[in-house]
C-alpha cells in the first residue's frame, strides 16, 4: 500500500465545475427560454418531458465529451472546422424558419411530449 493516489476532486476543481453548473443553469439560452415558455403557457406538470428532455441531452452531449470527443475536436481541425460551419448553417436555417413562419396560432399546440427535449442540439453548449 505504498502507493500514492492522485485525488482528481479537489476543493478548488470542485468550486469550478459547481460554478459552471450554476451559470449553464440559470443563464437564459435557447433551452431556458424554451423552457420558460412552455411552464408559463403549460404548466410545469405538463412541461416535465421537456425538463427532462433538455437535462438528459445536455448531459448526454457533455458525457460524450467526457468519453474524448472533445480530444478529437481538440486534435482535429478538420472536425473544428466542420461543426464552425455546421453551426453556421442550423443557425442560417433556423434563422430562415423564423424568418418564413406563419404568424401565431392562437391555439397552443402541447409542450414538447417526448424525452429528448432538444438539448442535445442546443450549439451554446457545444460552442462554450
Do not use: C, K
Amino acid at each position: 500500500m505504498g502507493e500514492e493516489v492522485a485525488i482528481f476532486w479537489t476543493i478548488e476543481r470542485l468550486a469550478g465545475v459547481a460554478a459552471f453548473a450554476f451559470a449553464g443553469t440559470w443563464t437564459p439560452g435557447p433551452n431556458n427560454m424554451m423552457l420558460a415558455n412552455s411552464g408559463a403557457t403549460f404548466g410545469f406538470r405538463r412541461s416535465l418531458p421537456h425538463i427532462l428532455g433538455v437535462a438528459l441531452g445536455f448531459a448526454a452531449m457533455a458525457f460524450a465529451v467526457a468519453l474524448g470527443l472533445g480530444e478529437a475536436f481538440q486534435a482535429s481541425s478538420t472536425l473544428r472546422e466542420a461543426l464552425r460551419w455546421g453551426g453556421a448553417a442550423l443557425l442560417l436555417y433556423l434563422a430562415w424558419r423564423v424568418a418564413t413562419a406563419a404568424g401565431p396560432d392562437l391555439d397552443p399546440t402541447p409542450p414538447v411530449d417526448r424525452l429528448g427535449g432538444d438539448g442535445r442540439a442546443d450549439a451554446s453548449g457545444w460552442a462554450g
